[in-house]
């Protein structure tokens, strides 16, 4: 039950710093590795894919880490590698669909919570929990 815990804790707490990262590097001194983006959003290959490649790699090197030394640093990391994978799914290949992915019907509140982010460069800034009342 703990380790369920701590890697919801993983979970949320990367879709968090995500959203806030997002804001206000993303949208602010990033913005040049963000904005192709916000210009060419099904476009297969982007500038800031490398943020996603990036976070795959810490948080699985935690994980690993984690295994060995401090299995709760594990869960944390399973956790938030879960939140990284379900994002690049979620927002790259159902969002915005690229490589031609067919639209998913499910996905409609995130669809329409990003594409006001788009239009307007403001709220939400976050992902997964953007469809809910009050988004990040």
């Not at 192709?36 to 810490?58: C, I, M």
Request: aromatic residues 8%; positive net charge; hydrophobic residues 55%.
């Amino acid at each position: 039950m703990t380790a369920l815990l701590v890697a919801t804790g993983g979970f949320l707490a990367l879709e968090l710093v995500g959203a806030l990262a997002h804001r206000f590097l993303l949208h602010g001194p990033w913005w040049s590795l963000h904005r192709s983006h916000h210009l060419r959003p099904s476009a297969n290959v982007q500038s800031g894919d490398l943020v996603p490649l990036v976070l795959v790699l810490v948080w699985a090197g935690a994980l690993v880490a984690g295994r060995a030394w401090w299995s709760p640093l594990a869960w944390f990391a399973a956790g938030a590698l879960a939140q990284v994978v379900l994002h690049v799914l979620v927002h790259d290949l159902g969002i915005h669909r690229r490589f031609g992915l067919p639209r998913v019907p499910l996905l409609g509140p995130w669809v329409r919570a990003h594409d006001r982010h788009h239009r307007t460069l403001g709220k939400p800034y976050g992902v997964l929990l953007a469809a809910s009342r009050r988004p990040v």
